[in-house]
């Protein structure tokens, strides 16, 4: 059974950072494409990063790039987005998300993951 734990997230001042985790079993994380979306109330969820389980390539929304980044422990099942330089725009509740035949590109489907954690809250604001 496939489940995805998220831990992380909070409440940052604005230029602070955080790191948020993504926990997952049930399947080896290399075989699938792993993703980060976030969601503001009365939005759409939005993609955020993903990598590749092709290639091990990464992409980033242009809202973020340059300052988050996606990475994963194979070893021990877990993948990161780490976040700097945060706006106070960066804040809403972040989901990882994973699936074996989603497709990383710069266009984010949120359609095409199956798996998702449980979301968790990143707050930006002094």
Known sequence: QVQLVQSGGGLVQPG???RL?????GFTLDEHTLGWFRQVPGHEREGVSCIANSDGKSFYSDSVNGRFTISKDSANNIFYLEMNS???EDTAVYYCATDYWAFCSSVFIVDDYEHWGQGTQVTVSS
């Not at 985790?21 to 079993?25: D, F, K, M, N, T």
């Open 16 to 18: 602070g950072s955080l």
């Open 21 to 25: 985790s993504c926990a997952v079993s």
């Open 86 to 88: 945060l706006k106070p």
